[in-house]
């Protein structure tokens, strides 16, 4: 009980301890420059130097009581991960000593050496240095012996090189365009329309010194070989199911570290697979909830590590049972605490939310290739598609409720209710609108879920930016539409009735509330003329499709050059990660697989020998069966593997053309993967135990 209570007790008083968040601004900062700094952070207003250095000095003091010797500014670059390099705060005085310094100049912007992030084409235009600008509007935090300065990321020449910026750059758009709407609707109270972020986390826990034993998971964090384990996740005993002790004392520690780092940590559970499992936080600002999950997910790996563990974030690090993902929980908020999202109860609020529903509707039917880019990567692939994920279609789901509303003014007619309840929807009259009362979809890509959406086809692996960006771009683009017809409307209602019906007409097909895993859907969506973009590769070319070249450079996201170089750098990623898992398995099969197999052949081949010396009644049916199909599986991975190596050999692979190369992976070296793959993972099944040179799935998944 005491130990009980006392925990309760700490976790308020432990929560953001490491961060410099705004009590502790409060408390340390002269009150004029606290005032500045918050119009810099509530209004983006620029900050003079002076200020600067009064928050620098009070960063530093407070960052050393706890203490901290070095500062870094913490950056996002394109490949997903973020980039850190420590200065002291060190300065030398006059008499050869030393003081702890820091000063505004330090605080605003950074000169990391950009030469060695991916840039895709922009390496060639660009400078080599590039610069870090603090993001007030990210609180800095302490991790280790180190201040954190929350940072975006440009080249001299000013185009972006990070997550960042284009992420608070549709941030300001998307409140732009939603504060017009409003405007419309006669609100003169909001100042600000924040989009608000929860991205639930999924991960396997494995032992690290199995971990240890594989060079794939080592290498390519997946397992690139490996035999079904007699049990998978078929009796789903996994989801839900009561967390072991050595795993509970990992998500306890986790918990705590991201509580001290001001991280909502809220909730934690076991998942389908064995070994799996989720943690997710309380939403916030887009904007901290993505440097949030990139913390998040970093903690997760440390913890882990000191627990003898180690946290597999890949999207799919065992084949047969379900990879990991994320769900982007999104939806709109104003400084006043109101939910644009939310159906409200009265008709004028009801308006306003199904024009808000009706541009997310259009948004996602119009920009279907957008979503599937943002979440698009090698280790996305494996899931999406795969029947344990959402298909490679977007699609929305509203629930029967609203789908039933909209449909009613498509039509013009009277909303039947499922009750029989009849309310009219019309000019005049809309109906309550209850919170969603159909049963939870889960297979959907994008559902509506009472009052948020929960974008679900991301990987666990990647940054959220880049699916939030695009949400907040093209919704934007789309409330933009609706803000100028709005504006000039002489009868406010009858024109936002005319939108959704607009809306209804053009981009219902996007609309489907059923089973998204089936076969069905399938077909139906093809009827229906959504894309089905199975692959990153199939994807991407999609991104430079002019429509998104106009939406994003419109819009002030990126320009022309910008998106081309994230359309490298993704394709890019595509075929490095390819390119080292192949040569991974080539390594694995030669060195390892290959001899023990071949050694364990030998003891067969021996045994049989000397079984026979003693007696030509021993048949030794076994080992005689064992040695032939060994044998034939031998020679078949043998071949297999110079196969794959000969395939990587291929001039292709160093073409100038990024997506010729990436194509080429994906239709030659992946099936010469898999045809690598098949032969050992039979040859597993046949060797003993003690004389297969890795852990199996069983020893992996089972033994925590
Ligand atoms: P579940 O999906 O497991 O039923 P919830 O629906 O309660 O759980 O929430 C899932 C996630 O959605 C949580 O991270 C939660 O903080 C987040 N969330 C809830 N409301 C919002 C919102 N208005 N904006 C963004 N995320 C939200
Ligand atoms: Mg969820």
Request: charged share 25%.
């Amino acid at each position: 009980m005491g130990t009980c209570s006392e925990n309760r007790r700490n976790v308020p008083e432990l929560f953001g301890t490491a961060v410099f968040n705004d009590d502790v601004m409060q408390e340390r900062l002269p009150k004029d420059v606290y005032q500045s700094l918050r119009k810099t952070i509530d209004e983006g207003k620029d900050l003079d130097l002076t200020v600067a250095n009064a928050v620098a000095t009070a960063m530093k003091d407070w960052a050393v009581e706890k203490g901290v010797t070095h500062f870094t500014h913490w950056f996002q670059p394109l490949n997903g991960i973020t980039a850190e390099k420590h200065d002291s705060f060190i300065s030398p005085t006059s008499d050869g000593r030393v003081i702890m310094q820091f000063s505004g100049k330090e605080l605003i912007k950074g000169e990391p050496d950009a030469s060695s992030f991916p840039s895709g084409g922009l390496r060639a235009t660009f400078e080599a240095r590039g610069y870090t600008a603090w993001d007030p509007t990210s609180y800095a935090f302490v991790k280790g012996d180190s201040l954190y300065i929350p940072t975006a990321f440009c080249s001299y020449s000013g185009e972006v090189l990070d997550k960042k910026t284009p992420l608070l750059r549709s941030m300001e758009d998307l409140n732009h365009q939603a504060l017009r709407i409003l405007r419309v609707f006669g609100d003169r109270e909001t100042k600000r329309v924040i989009t608000t972020v929860g991205a639930e986390q999924e991960y396997f826990l494995i032992d690290r010194k199995l971990y240890e034993q594989r060079k794939d998971l080592i290498f390519c964090g997946r397992t690139l070989f490996g035999a079904k384990a007699p049990k998978g996740q078929e009796m789903e005993d996994h989801y839900f199911g009561a967390i072991k002790p050595r795993v509970a004392a990992f998500m306890k520690e986790l918990d705590e570290e991201l509580w001290k780092l001001g991280i909502l940590a809220k909730t934690k559970h076991n998942e389908a697979a064995p070994a799996q499992h989720e943690l997710a936080p309380i939403f916030t600002t887009t904007n901290t909830a993505t440097d949030h999950n990139q913390l998040t997910m970093e903690t997760m790996k440390n913890v882990a590590a000191r627990h003898g563990l180690v946290c597999l974030l890949h999207e799919k690090p065992f084949a047969g049972v379900n990879g990991s993902g994320k769900h982007n929980n999104w939806s709109l908020t104003t400084d006043t605490g109101k939910n644009l999202l939310d159906p409200g109860k009265s008709p004028s609020e009801n308006f306003q939310f199904l024009l808000f529903l009706a541009a997310v509707v259009k948004a996602v039917d119009e920009y279907q290739d957008l979503l599937r880019i943002s979440v698009a990567s090698a280790g996305n692939d494996h899931r999406l598609g795969g029947g344990e994920a959402p298909p490679d279609i977007i699609s929305v789901f509203l629930g029967d409720e609203l789908t039933g509303i909209l449909e009613a003014i498509e039509k013009g007619t009277v909303y039947d209710r499922i009750e029989h309840q009849k309310l009219m929807t019309g000019v005049h009259v809309l109906p309550d609108l209850p919170k969603d009362t159909t049963d939870r979809n889960r297979t959907s890509p994008f559902a509506f879920t009472g009052n948020k959406f929960e974008f679900r086809m991301l990987g666990s692996a990647i940054s959220i930016a880049c699916p939030n960006i695009m949400l907040n771009t093209t919704v934007a683009e789309e409330l933009r539409q609706f803000a100028d017809s709005l504006e000039e409307a002489k009868d406010l209602p009858a024109a936002v009735l005319e939108l959704i019906r607009g809306v209804m007409r053009e981009h219902k097909r996007i609309i489907f509330n059923g089973d998204g895993y089936s076969e069905e859907w399938i077909k139906e969506a093809q009827r229906r003329g959504l894309l089905n973009l199975p692959t990153t590769v199939d994807a991407l070319p999609r991104y430079l499709d002019q429509k998104n070249i106009s939406l994003f450079t419109s819009h002030h996201i990126y320009t022309e050059a910008e998106m081309e170089a994230r359309y490298e750098t993704i394709l890019e990623e595509y075929s490095k990660t390819l390119h080292i898992e192949a040569l991974t398995m080539i390594e694995m099969a030669r060195r390892d697989i290959i001899p023990a197999v071949s050694h364990y052949l030998l003891k067969l081949t021996e045994s049989v020998l000397s079984r026979q010396k003693l007696s030509s009644r021993f048949p030794c049916k076994a080992e005689n069966a064992l040695i032939e199909k060994l044998s034939t599986l031998l020679d078949t991975v043998y071949e297999r593997q110079e196969a794959l190596e000969t395939a990587l050999k291929d001039p292709i692979i160093h073409s100038v053309n990024i997506l010729t190369v990436s194509t080429y992976y994906k239709d030659k070296v992946i099936p010469a993967m898999e045809a690598l793959r098949a032969a050992v993972d039979e040859m597993e099944t046949l060797v003993a135990s003690k004389d297969w040179p890795y852990p199996t799935y069983a020893d992996l998944m089972f033994r925590i």
